[in-house]
């Protein structure tokens, strides 16, 4: 490595490879589909937004290394990376690497070298492809639509504020129309593909191996009759959350489409279903009924399932029911007496329960205190911040900053306090009065601008004109970038929540009512 600008490629290089390496011992571990989940979506959401930054970014010193490492430089560079393995062909790849270590073992590199090894290699044009994705920010929508005998396919950078910006990327498409697969490097604005026999199936960005989303005007019931594999059910509600968000997407369109995935069987379309509805409750209790529905009935899906997959998967299902359903919840709660002998993955579901329907601080304080682990003290202090009662979660806060949590610990609450809307303003009043604390447990790092940028639009709801004026008045360079992300996001989701019709404070005075 010649200069920091190119540390991106050695820590998204690493993150790609160590999936790559795992599915290579454990292919029975589906990994591919935990990264599409864990690192692309990730990358995906942040790079939406006007406030983001290209992977390779300029530094000029290693102070300014901290803030740019987030999911851009992780998610989105190894994303990009097995893009170019799809595009290159994973033998030529493997090749260019092996090629490019060789011939720079025993000296720097930059980023430029491996693109020409893996380009040798493969005899794509990989340079040209990978100069554009690392050094322009955001990513493509492709949008297809049919013109009498022509598929229309047209690019634009996707933005998650609704806002049209005329962008073109080298995208290398993959599509299969009819059940036959193509190929296809996208270069211009708008392609035509000729369907002489016209489609009666269509899917795109195949495995979701692409770095873009896909939006099929008037085409979603040719991609449902596409055959479509998990990952690929996965990438068309993936991209339907967004869509929704940003407004191209009617919120009922959207739910109609949930129900789709109710019975889903397979583990990644249903966790991201999951992950869908737990991020919406925590904006919204309008998704409370969708919510429960999916869950319970996905629960009753994995009951009795014993793979890996499954039974993480049930784990999760089972906290987010318990969170928005208390008659699960009490049921949940009367087993935690037999904490010790649950199922491993239940035991987070059996706290949060425990915490939402008896409200019992005491308890799950004294089992953080004395568990020895920090997987089951992780566990507790989920469920400390996961009551009913905002004045219990206020309490959990405020032990935060009392020397009573560890600090190592404080992401943890903070993590699972914004995903519980009635942590929601407890939480806040915590960060503004122990911003400075909290800055100092994280000093020198970009920890803190990573923590706001995924609190901010949550916690912020009914409150924009009070975070900005907060964060306008506390000066903290170190968050600049994570503070400007927050505050975009969450000017994107109260617009959302004035598009679906109902404001945050109605739906609270109706819950009170209940």
């Known amino acids: 490595m010649k200069w920091w600008d190119d540390l991106w490629l050695n820590e998204s290089f690493a993150t790609f490879m160590a999936y790559k390496a795992t599915d290579s011992m454990f292919p029975q571990w589906t990994v591919w589909q935990d990264f599409v989940r864990g690192e692309t979506a990730g990358a995906l959401e942040r790079d939406s937004l006007v406030n983001t930054h290209p992977i390779e970014v300029k530094v000029n010193s290693p102070s300014e290394i901290e803030e740019i490492f987030d999911d851009i430089s992780y998610g989105k560079g190894a994303s990009i990376i097995r893009m170019l393995e799809a595009y290159a062909g994973e033998d030529q790849f493997m090749r260019g690497v092996r090629s490019y270590l060789e011939k720079y073992k025993f000296s720097n590199a930059a980023g430029e070298d491996l693109w020409n090894q893996i380009e040798h290699a493969s005899k794509t044009r990989v340079k040209a492809i990978m100069n554009e994705w690392i050094r322009k920010p955001g990513y493509p929508i492709v949008s297809a639509k049919l013109d009498g005998k022509k598929l229309m396919i047209r690019q634009e950078r996707f933005l998650l504020n609704g806002l049209s910006e005329q962008s073109t990327w080298p995208i290398p498409l993959t599509l299969k129309i009819n059940g036959r697969e193509q190929k296809l490097l996208m270069e211009r604005s708008e392609e035509s593909i000729p369907v002489p026999d016209g489609v009666d199936s269509l899917k795109l960005n195949l495995e979701q191996t692409g770095f873009y989303r896909v939006h099929y005007d008037g085409l979603y019931e040719r991609v449902w009759r596409s055959n479509m594999s998990p990952v690929d059910r996965y990438g068309v509600v993936s991209d339907a959350h967004a869509f929704t968000i940003q407004g191209k997407m009617d919120f009922v369109q959207y739910l109609a489409l949930l129900d789709r995935y109710v ?165 806040w009043n915590w960060i503004t009065a122990k911003f400075e604390w909290l800055r100092g447990i994280y000093e020198g790092t970009g920890v803190v601008s990573r923590y706001l940028t995924y609190m901010l639009p949550i916690l912020g709801i009914d409150r924009t004109e009070e975070v900005t004026k907060f964060f306008a008045q506390h000066n903290a360079p170190e968050t600049t970038k994570g503070v400007r992300a927050g505050i975009e996001k969450l000017r994107i989701n109260q617009a959302f929540l004035k598009r679906i019709g109902s404001s945050e404070k109605q739906i609270v005075e109706v819950k009170g009512r209940r």
């Open 263 to 427: 019975n889903e069987q397979e583990y990644l379309p249903a966790f991201e279903v999951s992950d869908q509805l737990s991020s919406l409750y925590a904006i919204t209790y309008r998704i409370e009924e969708t919510s429960r529905k999916f869950h319970r009935t996905q629960l009753k899906i994995l009951a009795s399932r014993k793979d890996e997959n499954s039974i993480v998967l049930r784990g999760s299902m089972a906290s987010r029911l318990a969170l928005v359903d208390m008659e699960y919840a009490k049921e949940l709660a009367s087993k935690f007496s037999e904490y010790e002998s649950a199922e491993p993955d239940m035991k987070q579901a059996m706290v949060v329960a425990h915490a939402r329907a008896s409200g019992d601080f005491e308890t799950l304080f004294d089992n953080y205190r004395k568990r020895p682990s920090e997987e089951e003290k992780s566990r507790f202090l989920v469920g400390l911040t996961s009551f009913g009662k905002p004045s219990l979660n206020a309490r959990a806060m405020e032990l935060a900053s009392s020397g009573e949590i560890k600090k190592q610990h404080v992401g943890t609450m903070l993590g699972s306090a914004t995903r519980n809307p009635d942590a929601r303003t407890a939480t």
